[in-house]
């Protein structure tokens, strides 16, 4: 199994431009996730899906942040204006069927710095 | 709400000696704990999981943790650390609200594993 893909690894953009990360889930995992790491506030999951449909997006920062997931194979995470607080690394996870005891699988995240 | 704490930023010890990474949880109910690992530049790896059952979880890479009900906690240990190991640990708990497919992750706490 690939494992969660993400892309692109890193991104380096400047205020103002529009930045889309990318992530193709583990096949057969109806479950994906969002999260952003930064030093100041640790791991925040941002958005989930169930099923390719958003189910709890309480953890999006602000409406600049939108996120899509077209297809079991394929979500986006879209920034737009990017801001440079907006510098961070952002993962992808994903799980089998949800629940209390499943296990989320990450990607190995991309590192955005906005200047 | 549910969290979990580390309460040690960094851990120091010798290649070979046994190695402890603590954690505490606050839950309402029953806890679902996890337990992953982050080298630089790489996503989080999972090493374990609680869900029920024995008090002590075998996991990757000669990981195991204990479980202790008494306590709330769920120490992270093995019995002869390698230089190999040194990375970050996060231990994490479900969050029982909506469905539980939510993951609170501590702040994380730095493994040196020196010769």
């Known amino acids: 199994d690939a494992g969660v893909i993400q892309s692109p690894r890193h991104e380096v953009t400047e205020m103002g431009q529009e930045v889309t990360l990318r992530c193709k889930p583990i096949s057969g995992h109806d479950y994906l996730f969002w999260y952003r790491q930064t030093m100041m506030r640790g791991l925040e999951l941002l958005i989930y899906?169930?099923?390719?449909?958003?189910?709890?997006d309480s953890g999006m920062p602000e409406d600049r942040f939108s996120a899509k997931m077209p297809n079991a194979s394929f979500s986006t995470l879209k920034i737009q204006p990017s801001e440079p607080r907006d510098s961070a690394v952002y993962f992808c996870?994903?799980?089998?069927?949800?629940?209390?005891?499943?296990?989320?699988?990450f990607g190995p995240g991309t590192r955005l710095t906005v200047l | 709400a549910q969290s979990v704490a580390q309460p040690e930023d960094q851990v120091n010890v010798a290649e070979g000696n046994p190695l402890t990474v603590k954690c505490t949880y606050s839950?309402?109910?029953?806890?679902?704990l996890f337990w992953y690992v982050q080298y630089p530049n790489r996503g989080l790896q999972f090493l374990l999981k609680y869900i029920t059952g024995d008090n002590l979880v075998k996991g990757s890479y000669g990981f195991e943790a204990e479980f202790n009900k008494s306590q709330t906690s769920f120490h992270l240990k093995k019995p002869s650390a390698l230089v190999s190991d040194s990375a970050l640990y996060f231990c994490a708990v479900r969050d029982m609200e909506g469905g539980g497919n939510k993951l609170t992750f501590g702040t994380g706490t730095q493994l040196k594993v020196e010769l």
């Open positions: 839950v309402s109910g029953n806890p679902y």
């Open positions: 899906f169930n099923n390719n449909v958003p189910i709890d």
């Open positions: 996870a994903s799980s089998r069927q949800g629940g209390f005891g499943d296990t989320q699988y």
